[in-house]
């Protein structure tokens, strides 16, 4: 299955509040709906299935803020076929605006194969805060293979490029945090607020590490046992460095 959604997020006209949702254009297994402030992509068919290519673009227009998330978890499943499956992300933001993209987990499910691609075009004076969350494999099973791309661009040139690589065939799961027996993993990038001092944290089986790319810009890398361990370590630093 091959399938393309598109959001589109207009400035409100109090500046102070959240943006319009100007435009959305959906097909399965693509949902898109205005839900309190955010807006939300839902799930409206089993995806993505091993074979399934899948792409959706996020525009903010100049001024706006949006705050742009998933109702539910992507569950990865493998395909009769054996063939990979994609999901690719594309964000433009424009000049002055402000994109908050923080989705439910992605969960690799034993046997398939699965590339995750986040791209995010900043005007030089935009701001963002990209959160992506995985989990490797459901309650006492193993992941199958992932791919994670992180890709923030500023003034058309390169911020940030995070690339890893899990999965069972995969020596130390391919993280730079170290995996390990981690089975959640959070990555994000905040672009905006001034930027901490690095900082690495080491307490048993959670590892999280704060690395300033420039002076408004940190990635925040963090593994650990389960979801809520990692969410409550990485919480204040994506809190305190929000725009």
Do not use: K, Y
Not at 117 to 131: Q, R
Not at 141 to 152: A, F, K, T
Not at 210 to 226: C, K, M, N, T
């Amino acid at each position: 299955m091959r399938a393309h959604g598109s959001i589109l997020i207009a400035p409100a006209h109090d500046e102070t509040q959240p943006g319009v949702l100007e435009s959305a254009r959906s097909e399965p297994p693509f949902s898109i709906r205005e839900c309190d402030g955010r807006v939300l992509v839902a799930a409206s068919a089993a995806a993505p299935v091993g074979g399934d290519e899948l792409m959706l673009d996020i525009a903010v227009l100049a001024g706006a803020r949006a705050d742009v998330g998933t109702v539910a978890s992507t569950i990865v499943l493998p395909g009769p076929s054996g063939a990979p499956s994609t999901m690719t992300t594309r964000c433009t933001v424009g000049m002055n605006a402000h994109l908050h993209w923080h989705g439910e987990p992605t969960v690799s499910v034993v046997g398939s194969d699965h590339t995750v691609t986040t791209l995010v075009d900043l005007d030089a004076t935009a701001t963002c805060s990209i959160v992506e969350e995985v989990s490797l494999g459901r309650t006492d099973e193993p992941s199958g293979r992932l791919r994670l791309i992180l890709r923030v661009e500023r003034g058309g040139r390169p911020l940030v490029h995070h690339d890893e690589l899990f999965g069972p065939d995969v020596p130390g799961a391919g993280s730079v945090v170290s995996v390990g027996s981690g089975r959640h993993v959070l990555s994000a990038v905040v672009v905006g607020p001034p930027a901490a001092e690095p900082e690495v944290v080491v307490d048993g089986p959670l590892r999280i590490a704060r690395l300033r790319v420039a002076p408004d810009a940190v990635v925040i890398l963090a593994v650990g046992p389960d979801r809520p361990t990692v969410t409550a370590a990485a919480r204040h630093h994506l809190e305190q460095r929000r725009a």
